[in-house]
């Protein structure tokens, strides 16, 4: 299971699609406020395709305990792990110390490697919990694409994110509420393709 605790729309990325797609500023007014509205719900729309966190969030994942010493995490990139925890045979939450695991994480794939495996079958684990910091970063179009804070938003999804956001502008009451992915053009989706993440029995 995946919770979204805290969400934060790229503002840089968002600013220059208004400015270069909608060809508005924010002296537009509420036109302005609705073609920001409209790239945050295409944001939304390109992470359900994708079963992909893409807006920086902090995510809970909540993960049966493995059963060698690796997770894989449900969405990449991850640009760092906040905290592991596992439920032992107490039924209490026991912390794992971040110098017991490892982040390795790439814009496609995120693992955690425990360095020190807790005995999962002596304490009945029910469940381990790893709070994240998710998504791609935030970037200035006008500055090089490589990011401080992580992997750049990449090239594809933030052209996906602009068509869908200029067909939610065009067609604002059949397309801003309620969305549905299968609707999606092809175009978005061929964009969206190479980073979607299929669900287990697919």
């Not at 690796?70 to 792990?81: D, H, I, R, T």
């Not at 390795?104 to 709070?131: F, G, S």
Request: hydrophobic share 40%; aromatic share 10%; with cysteine.
């Amino acid at each position: 299971m995946t919770e979204i605790l805290n969400r934060r729309y790229p503002t840089a990325v968002t600013e220059a699609i208004i400015a270069r797609h909608f060809r508005l500023t924010p002296d537009d007014g509420e036109l302005y406020e609705h073609a920001r509205r409209c790239v945050y719900n295409a944001f939304d729309t390109a992470e359900d395709y994708t079963n992909r966190i893409i807006v920086d969030s902090v995510a809970r994942f909540t993960l049966d305990a493995p059963e060698g010493s690796v997770f894989e995490l449900p969405s990449a990139p991850v640009k760092e792990v906040l905290s592991v925890r596992y439920r032992g045979a107490d039924n209490e939450w026991h912390d794992i110390p971040s110098t017991d695991y490892r982040l390795m994480a790439n814009a496609q794939r995120a693992r955690l490697r425990l360095l020190a495996v807790p005995d999962w079958a002596k304490d009945r684990t029910m469940a381990v919990e790893i709070e994240a910091r998710c998504g791609f970063a935030d970037y200035n179009p006008d500055d090089e694409r490589d990011c401080e804070e992580g992997i750049a938003l990449v090239g594809g999804i933030e052209q996906a994110v602009m068509l869908i956001a200029g067909t939610f502008f065009e067609f604002q009451a059949d397309n801003v509420s309620g969305t549905i992915t299968s609707e999606l053009h092809m175009s978005a989706k061929s964009l969206l393709n190479p980073w979607r993440i299929m669900p287990y029995g697919w």
